[in-house]
């Protein structure tokens, strides 16, 4: 499986940006779908994002389109989600995922592999 670390998380006021990074291990990168999911306290855990391989295709979350946006470098073995716009509801560990049996991408994945997340905090 795939080694998922993601980074870029932090502190931001309410209307600011942050731009999250999750880099994969491994020679076969471009074979996995890519997804962002988050969890806020006391909240199950909710999808954000999703890329196909070969970037053809994105899906988002009702409550982020037009502010976050997935992509992917497969020669870089990285996947990025920039967050436009932020709102105290996107504070939320962000987690990224990878699957490399998706056919067709949707909300519900499901992804086997799982990075350890990164704090994202949004204030008011």
């Known amino acids: 499986q795939v080694q998922l670390v993601e980074s870029g998380g932090g502190l931001v006021q309410a209307g600011g940006s942050l731009r999250l990074s999750c880099a994969a291990s491994g020679r076969t990168f471009s074979n996995y779908v890519m997804g962002w999911f988050r969890q806020a306290p006391g909240k199950e855990r909710e999808f954000v994002a999703a890329i196909t391989r070969d970037r053809s295709s994105t899906i988002y979350a009702d409550s982020v389109k037009g502010r976050f946006t997935i992509s992917r470098d497969n020669a870089k073995n990285m996947v990025y989600l920039q967050m436009n716009s932020l709102k105290p509801e996107d504070t939320a560990i962000y987690y990224c995922?990878?699957?490399?049996?998706?056919?067709?991408?949707?909300?519900?994945?499901?992804?086997?592999?799982w990075g350890q997340g990164t704090q994202v905090t949004v204030s008011s």
């Open positions: 995922a990878a699957d490399r049996n998706i056919v067709v991408i949707t909300t519900k994945g499901p992804f086997a592999s």
